[in-house]
């Protein structure tokens, strides 16, 4: 069977930082694997580890040549190949937005036809969050949310998931495959790459993909969004604390909640 | 932070680098201070170092290790010691032990232990020095009996690392007393008859590191663990050593860099005189000495690793390396624990205990003494 993991590298901002129009240096910035793909890479690999099939798992990313060194690090950890899709009319986008994600890994999906697909939740940097299930809309795999764990032996057909919802609430479902799940952190304990699979990592292939390799135009990763400034909120720190016993400060809260309308009267 | 320019290691070994580093931070940093108060090894870390293929290091492939090149080596001690000293100097111990055996053990025992010490267990042990014989190790009194089958080793090694966690020692021993030139290298498994570990000592730092007298009563091993030719052994010890210095060296440079990091850190967040001391004018010069020594000890190691791996005789580079960066290190590590003032002297202050790790660095394999002696024989002599 075949698992496909998307993965992105971040960019984590360093404490001090200036903003220069739409972005910020490269200077400021620090790279890394997103965290919550961290985790569903673990879940592909383990999956991979404990069958007594041939499981591939491929990682898929969209990014330019340097994230190369971030997604070695997933091969590194156990990934078997990658596919890396960039092109021109990518990196002149300020924002790719969902479905132009969406359309392009639809295309990778098409061609790599796998069974299970594992994604991040969301991803640290942009936060969209919505990447796996608009995947799964377009290539109409069955899918899951937020999973934080998976129950699923290669081979099977079915796989039992728990998903977190709002409010503390979890929900265990199964779900038929082909399925695009995404992975929550948490899930399992992502490992660190060893020094043989660094070595091994060095040797397996990173496929680059332009747009046209994919079938697709520069129009498709035209997206709806638009980032159009991008600025330091003012964070004014004005905490109250509340002091005494539990029956005052709890009415104190309630005054102040009510006051803000947070709740009603 | 990495003071040396990426484009100097090749990617495997930036790699290496980035994922040893994240992981003595996230794994090794925080637990050093409470392993240090408790004077007890993590040995779940070291489990986890074999998990990183961290144990195989040195060993060559054949037997299961990663067989690292020099720079590689130089890379992971420094990021080990990033984490904590008392770790890396446990490993590279291990690593001497093993080295021992991959260089100078007979195909048989080289298959006999390095696939597990590969794996992490059995730990290895280097016992060369004695309470009479130190950076002289030509003095030692430890002697091996030739008997029918092998040899009988009696006699007592001081300050050993590893030596209660060891499952094997690496135990140099004179076949004749009276001749400085008969010393030999034995393998010595941990269950024989007649090993007896001594107390652990407690020190200054490297606290985890358990260290530990050895004695060996009339310990009869056979014929095949006898590694080198009879009075090679300290010529075997002392090839051996000189990729053990590049080792410390390295692991100075990992202490100095995380005293270092948190100087800066510190000096950004605290204030005195209505601003940051970090603006004040001495604290900065002293965070510019502290970076270039830093930058001067890592590119000396890197050197000695280029030397090595390039087939040249790296032995005064090491020597130089193994100098300048261990004293650097208790420069350093001084100096950090200065900008940190009162804070600095506490134990909940990680800087404490770098300071007190640091110091080890300029006395074991080789004092700074020691070092200058073999860098001024081959200047003048
Ligand atoms: C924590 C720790 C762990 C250790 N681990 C191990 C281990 O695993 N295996 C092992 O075999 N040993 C180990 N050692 C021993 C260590 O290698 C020795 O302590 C070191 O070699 C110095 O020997 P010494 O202590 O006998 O000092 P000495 O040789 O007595 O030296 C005392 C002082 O005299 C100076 N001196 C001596 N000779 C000269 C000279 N010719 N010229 C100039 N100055 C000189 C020295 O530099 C030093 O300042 C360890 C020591 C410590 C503290």
Same mark, same amino acid.
């Given at each position: ?265 | ?5 990426? !484009? ?90 093993? !080295? ?85 290298? +034995? ?28 004695? +060996? ?101 090491? !020597? ?62």
């Amino acid at each position: 069977m075949k698992v496909l993991v998307t993965v992105k590298e971040v960019a984590a901002v360093e404490d001090d930082f200036e903003i220069d129009g739409l972005s910020i240096d490269d200077r400021y910035l620090e790279y890394d694997l997103n965290e919550w793909d961290d985790y569903a890479v673990e879940a592909a690999v383990q999956i991979a580890e404990a069958a007594d099939e041939d499981v591939e798992v491929v990682a898929a990313t969209i990014g330019p040549e340097r994230s190369e060194e971030t997604i070695r690090m997933a091969l590194a950890k156990g990934a078997d190949r990658a596919v890396r899709v960039w092109d021109d009319a990518i990196a002149d986008q300020t924002l790719l937005d969902v479905n132009a994600k969406a359309s392009v890994f639809e295309q990778v999906v098409a061609e790599e036809e796998p069974d299970l697909v594992l994604t991040g939740v969301q991803a640290a940097d942009d936060a969209l969050g919505a990447t796996g299930v608009a995947l799964a809309n377009r290539v109409g795999y069955q899918w899951a949310a937020v999973v934080n764990d998976l129950d699923y032996a290669a081979g099977d057909d079915v796989a039992t998931v728990r998903r977190e919802l709002e409010g503390g609430v979890e929900e265990i479902t199964e779900v038929d495959l082909p399925a695009v799940l995404s992975i929550q952190t948490g899930i399992n304990e992502p490992r660190y790459a060893s020094l043989r699979g660094i070595r091994q990592a060095q040797q397996k292939e990173i496929a680059p993909h332009d747009l046209s390799d994919l079938g697709l135009d520069a129009e498709t990763v035209d997206g709806a969004l638009e980032l159009t400034d991008m600025y330091e909120p003012e964070s004014e720190s004005d905490a109250t604390i509340f002091e005494g016993g539990a029956e005052e400060t709890a009415t104190e809260l309630a005054n102040v909640l009510r006051d803000k309308g947070v709740v009603g009267e | 932070m990495h003071l040396q320019s990426d !484009s100097a290691l090749t990617d495997e070994q930036r790699a290496i680098r980035d994922a040893v580093e994240e992981f003595a931070l996230e794994e090794l940093r925080p637990e050093a201070q409470e392993l240090d108060d408790a004077e007890a090894f993590p040995e779940d870390a070291w489990d986890d170092l074999a998990e990183l293929d961290l144990t195989g290091l040195t060993v060559p492939t054949e037997c299961g290790g990663f067989d690292a090149d020099k720079t590689t080596y130089s890379v992971v001690n420094e990021a080990v010691a990033y984490g904590h000293l008392a770790v890396a100097t446990a490993l590279s111990v291990h690593c001497l032990a093993t !080295s021992c055996i991959a260089e100078f053990g007979s195909d048989e025992v080289k298959e006999e232990w390095l696939p597990e010490m590969v794996d992490g267990r059995p730990v290895g042990a280097f016992c060369l020095s004695e309470p009479g014989a130190g950076s002289n190790p030509a003095e030692m009194t430890t002697r091996a009996e030739e008997t029918e089958d092998g040899y009988r080793i009696t006699g007592e090694k001081q300050w050993i690392t590893n030596g209660q966690r060891a499952g094997v020692y690496i135990v140099f021993a004179k076949t004749d007393p009276e001749d400085r030139g008969s010393i030999t290298q +034995f393998l010595v498994p941990a269950d024989y008859d007649g090993v007896e570990v001594g107390k652990k000592e407690h020190k200054l730092g490297l606290r985890a590191s358990d260290t530990t007298g050895m004695t +060996f009563d009339g310990v009869e091993i056979p014929e095949k663990y006898r590694l080198t030719p009879e009075g090679e052994g300290l010529s075997a010890a002392f090839k051996i050593l000189t990729g053990g210095r590049l080792g410390i060296a390295s692991q100075a440079v990992g202490v100095a860099q995380a005293a270092l990091d948190e100087a800066i850190a510190y000096a950004g967040e605290r204030e005195q005189f209505g601003k940051s001391i970090g603006d004040i004018g001495s604290i900065r010069q002293k965070v510019a000495d502290m970076a270039t020594q830093v930058a001067a000890s890592r590119l000396l190691c890197r050197e000695a690793a280029r030397q090595a791996d390039a087939g040249e005789d790296s032995r005064v580079i090491a !020597s130089m390396a193994k100098y300048f960066a261990s004293e650097a290190a208790v420069d350093v590590t001084n100096e950090a624990v200065q900008i940190h003032g009162g804070y600095g002297y506490m134990s909940e202050f990680d800087v404490e205990r770098f300071y007190r790790d640091a110091k080890i660095t300029t006395i074991y394999e080789g004092t700074s003494e020691i070092q200058k002696t073999i860098i001024a024989r081959d200047l003048l002599d």
